[in-house]
């Protein structure tokens, strides 16, 4: 065997070496791959399983509001917390639905001395506020011993207000924001720009005005006037029902309808509000100091759904059911 013969042979299996080697790298991170895959989907899957317990638990467990306090001896008067936050809407929790449902059973409980309607709201829908306005006055004629209060924290605005013109007093803190009594519509034009773009408008209707107020028309007369007739009407609604609610205690100005908002200082003077006060200071004032709480509670399944996201969701979907199909 010659030198050359020899040389290329060892260049040969030093290739062939390096080619293994290649190969047990990639085998390698391969298999740390799969290994990484199945601990996450355990993981996944552990996190699955211990949410759901949390969740079956909790649904178990849970009663009604205010039922089973701490402390509280049967027969005991207590105060009744309804708490009313965030945008008045439906499906929100300051929707009627879920406000009322804790009203009424905040009056069906026969310990309660009163009602606390606590309001932190920049108002909403103006039907969703009359229900629960509509609501208040019915439950007040059904069970005429139990006063309904609104206490008032940063702001009772627009249908926030609408509801709090229900209760028998208003409180508010010096600084609180009140009123807001109008109605208002959001609407954008964008003519001149799809002019400038060269963007042609193809609109099909059956109807001459199924068209209404479509941002990228020009405005009509008669239909700006049919939609503030209907604004004008929809605020003679939400008038009427603060007139209703609050009486001769209103100073009526000028401006106390035109959607203004006031400080709580100055709602008072208005006759918007009766006095400073927070719910604990209602409660002292019923003698009926211990609180309870009838705020219906959010969906647990929901709040943690709001936390994980949507994107951990599908992450958990994929890792749980990853290879599984309906052929």
Do not use: C
Request: aromatic share 8%; glycine share 10%; no cysteine.
């Amino acid at each position: 065997m010659t030198d050359s013969d020899t040389g290329s042979n060892q260049d040969s299996s030093q290739s062939t070496e390096q080619q293994q080697k290649v190969v047990d790298r990639l085998v390698f991170a391969a298999l740390t791959e799969q290994r990484r895959a199945r601990r996450w989907r355990v993981f996944f899957m552990l996190f699955f399983i211990v949410y759901l317990s949390v969740v079956t638990i909790t649904l178990m467990s849970a009663g009604d509001p205010g039922a089973g306090v701490a402390g509280k001896a049967d027969g005991e008067q207590h105060t009744a917390l309804v708490k009313l936050s965030g945008v008045i809407a439906d499906d929100e929790p300051g929707g009627s639905k879920n406000v009322l449902s804790g009203l009424r059973k905040a009056f069906e409980h026969e310990d309660t001395a009163g009602i606390v309607i606590e309001i932190n709201s920049p108002g909403g829908s103006p039907v969703q506020s009359a229900y629960i306005f509509d609501e208040i006055m019915r439950l007040k004629q059904e069970h005429e011993s139990v006063p309904v209060y609104a206490v008032v924290t940063d702001i009772a605005a627009s249908g926030g207000y609408f509801v709090a013109a229900a209760a028998d007093r208003i409180y508010v803190n010096k600084s609180s924001l009140v009123g807001s009594i109008g109605v208002r519509l959001d609407a954008f034009g964008f003519v001149d720009m799809m002019k400038k773009l060269g963007i042609e408008r193809r609109l099909l209707t059956a109807g001459d005005n199924k068209a209404l107020f479509d941002p990228f028309l020009p405005e009509q007369q008669q239909q700006k006037d049919h939609l503030q007739a209907m604004l004008n009407q929809v605020h003679g609604h939400f008038i009427d029902a603060v007139k209703q609610g609050r009486g001769d205690r209103l100073d009526e100005t000028q401006d106390l309808f035109s959607g203004l908002i006031w400080s709580g200082e100055q709602s008072v003077k208005l006759g918007l509000a009766d006095a400073y006060g927070t719910t604990r200071s209602v409660a002292r004032e019923l003698e009926a100091e211990e609180v309870v709480d009838f705020t219906p509670k959010t969906d647990l399944l929901e709040r943690i759904a709001d936390r994980i996201g949507s994107s951990a969701g599908q992450r958990i979907s994929e890792l749980l059911f990853d290879g599984l199909s309906m052929n």
